[in-house]
């Protein structure tokens, strides 16, 4: 159990006006919103409504206009899960090459230091993953790699953990993992930022909901926000489908 003392809280952030056009097509409009130290802030919304593009706007990925301000107070590191990861799946790359890239700077195939091989393995143990650390990194399956995707944005031990859709090819054991993992840090203080499609894991997860179609919907606690009415508005699939 983490007492006060030990506890280092992540950056609360402040969305100011931020808008973002790419080409002619405006992808956030006006978006103003904050994200509070230390608590577990989802965003929802429909699929293109721009979730995505604010993540990438924030980790200074999306030429944006506004302000997007981090209020740091320790530790000014960002753990990482995108969406999705392109990479050639023939390379010669073991799971613990790929955790090493993401740590040091020096060429995988080059030795690890016994503590880089350490909090390697203690990470691939939070996923339930360290018996397959040699396996090829292009073998593994997709809720596999998304599993070693979580790993490697705790490896920093960061202050902020921003995900996106990280449950996608999750199996339920993942998902739980996934679950307790994000509560876990959560209670060492971390700011965490995810992208979810399970409305029902937001209402359980989420300290707070925003909701975002291009333009800010709503920002608030899960348990108001989340109304049948307003899920159903927003996702409205017969006029999506039509
Ligand atoms: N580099 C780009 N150039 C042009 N358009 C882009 C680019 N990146 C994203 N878009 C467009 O911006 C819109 C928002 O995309 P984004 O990926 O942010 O949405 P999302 O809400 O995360 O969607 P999803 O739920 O499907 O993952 C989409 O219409 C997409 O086609």
């Not at 307790?180 to 209670?187: T, V």
């Not at 925003?210 to 920002?219: G, N, V, W």
């Not at 927003?234 to 999506?240: A, E, G, P, S």
Request: with cysteine.
């Amino acid at each position: 159990m983490n007492t006060m003392e030990n506890i280092k809280y992540g950056p609360s952030i402040n969305y100011e006006n931020v808008c973002l056009t790419l080409g002619n097509t405006e992808i956030l409009k006006n978006i103003n919103f904050k994200i509070d130290s230390g608590t577990i802030h989802c965003i929802i919304g429909p699929n293109g409504g721009g979730k995505t593009s604010l993540l990438r706007s924030l980790l200074g990925q999306m030429p944006h206009t506004g302000n997007i301000d981090i209020y740091w107070r320790e530790n000014q590191t960002i753990g990482y899960v995108p969406q999705s990861l392109s990479f050639d799946t023939t390379l010669p790359i073991t799971v613990e090459n790929f955790m090493s890239m993401t740590c040091q700077s020096r060429p995988a195939f080059m030795k690890l230091s016994t503590k880089g091989q350490d909090s390697i393995i203690t990470a691939l143990e939070r996923v339930n993953m360290a018996d397959k650390s040699k396996r090829l990194f292009g073998h593994l399956s997709g809720g596999e790699r998304q599993r070693v995707l979580l790993a490697q944005a705790l490896l920093p031990a960061p202050s902020i953990l921003i995900l996106d859709e990280p449950t996608t090819g999750l199996d339920k054991a993942g998902a739980i993992i996934m679950r307790n993992l994000l509560h876990e840090l959560k209670s060492k203080g971390v700011t965490i930022l995810i992208i979810h499609h399970d409305l029902m894991e937001v209402k359980k997860i989420g300290d707070c909901v925003t909701c975002i179609k291009r333009e800010l919907i709503f920002t608030g606690c899960p348990a108001t926000e989340l109304t049948a009415d307003r899920i159903f508005n927003i996702f409205d699939t017969t006029q999506q489908a039509a």
